[in-house]
């Protein structure tokens, strides 16, 4: 059974301080990783990743996957409270059922002002 | 352009009866998948369904749960005689028409089904 392992499940920090979330995973046929952040309504997609260490970034988020090592990291930098969330990571597998989303149990990230 | 549409937000239902759940995809979208997310789990795929057609009900479990998703309105998930361990938050998400995007999922606010 596919699994991912989110980590740390939850995490406190002031505002301006830079954040590692981690998520590792055990696929039968990776195909792609991605990340949402769950607010109190729809987890919102964030990235897509599907290459080796290859960082995508978005604003002051960025992410980037070790297919060799089986994992991938989330970071955050300058955090305001409105980053406050939980970050989920997920994984797609592949063969005709990439669809089939295995999500972790998130990240709970609080930012103090 | 509207997101994915779920109602309603919130549900309460007494053991043995039933749920209805519904989700409009977004606009221009034709996929449509279930995910239930028990207390302190992660989301679990249940069911995908294109117009129509179930693709894939392989994480539904087998009794008391059903899905749809007609060629007009909203996909519905039903729960017949509800007990109190199908106490969760149901997500719906949706993908566009595509070889190939059907992982980038687009997901509604939930359903907070409580069973008293």
């Known amino acids: 059974e596919d699994k991912v392992v989110q980590s740390p499940l939850s995490l406190v920090v002031h505002e301006g301080d830079t954040v590692t979330l981690n998520c590792s995973y055990e696929v039968t046929n990776f195909r792609s990783l991605l990340w949402y952040k769950q607010e109190k309504k729809a987890p919102t997609f964030l990235f897509m990743l599907?290459?080796?260490?290859i960082e995508k970034k978005s604003g002051r988020l960025s992410s980037i996957l070790d297919k060799k090592e089986l994992f991938s990291i989330l970071n955050i930098t300058a955090t305001q409270t409105g980053d406050s969330a939980i970050y989920l990571c997920?994984?797609?597998?592949?063969?005709?059922?990439?669809?089939?989303?295995?999500f972790g149990k998130g990240t709970l990230l609080t930012v103090n002002p | 352009n509207a997101g994915v549409m779920q109602n309603p937000r919130h549900l309460v239902r007494r053991r043995g009866q039933e749920a209805r759940l519904r989700c409009s995809p977004m606009?221009?979208?034709?996929?449509v998948y279930w995910y239930r997310q028990l207390p302190e789990e992660g989301l679990k795929f249940m069911v995908y369904?294109?117009?129509?057609?179930?693709?894939?009900e392989s994480g539904m479990p087998k009794e008391r749960f059903s899905a749809e998703f007609p060629k007009e309105g909203p996909s519905i998930l039903r729960i017949q005689q509800v007990v109190r361990g199908d106490s969760a938050a149901y997500f719906c998400?949706?993908?566009?028409?595509?070889?190939?995007?059907?992982?980038?999922?687009?997901f509604g606010p939930g359903t907070r089904l409580l069973v008293l």
């Open positions: 599907t290459s080796s260490g």
């Open positions: 606009k221009g979208h034709s996929h």
């Open positions: 997920a994984v797609s597998p592949g063969g005709g059922s990439n669809y089939k989303l295995t």
């Open positions: 369904l294109q117009k129509e057609n179930i693709i894939d």
């Open positions: 998400a949706s993908s566009p028409l595509g070889q190939g995007t059907q992982e980038t999922q687009y």
